[in-house]
C-alpha cells in the first residue's frame, strides 16, 4: 500500500457516494480542502498521508466499513499490477 493508493481510494470512495472530494471532507466534519490534491505533498514535495483519524470520519459520515474504504485500495493495486 501506497501514497498513491491511499488518495485514489479516497477519491473512488468519495466517488461511489455521489461526492466530490471536498463534499466527502465537508460531510465528515473536516475542511472542505483536506482532501484537494493540492494538500496531498507539503511544498517540499514530502507526501501527506490521511490520518486513520481522518479515515475514521469519512467511513462514519458515510456509514461503511474499513472494507467498503479498502476494496478500493485493492483495486488500484490490482491495476497497477496490469500495466
Not at 15 to 43: I, Y
Amino acid at each position: 500500500m501506497n501514497h498513491y493508493q491511499i488518495w485514489h481510494a479516497i477519491d473512488l470512495f468519495a466517488h461511489e457516494h455521489g461526492l466530490s472530494c471536498s463534499g466527502l471532507a465537508k460531510c465528515s466534519g473536516l475542511d472542505p480542502t483536506t482532501f484537494n490534491k493540492s494538500k496531498r505533498f507539503s511544498k517540499y514535495e514530502q507526501p501527506r498521508w490521511p490520518s486513520t483519524e481522518t479515515i475514521s470520519k469519512i467511513l462514519t459520515a458515510t456509514d461503511s466499513s474499513p472494507q467498503d474504504f479498502f476494496k478500493f485500495i485493492t483495486a488500484t493495486c490490482d491495476n497497477e499490477k496490469d500495466k
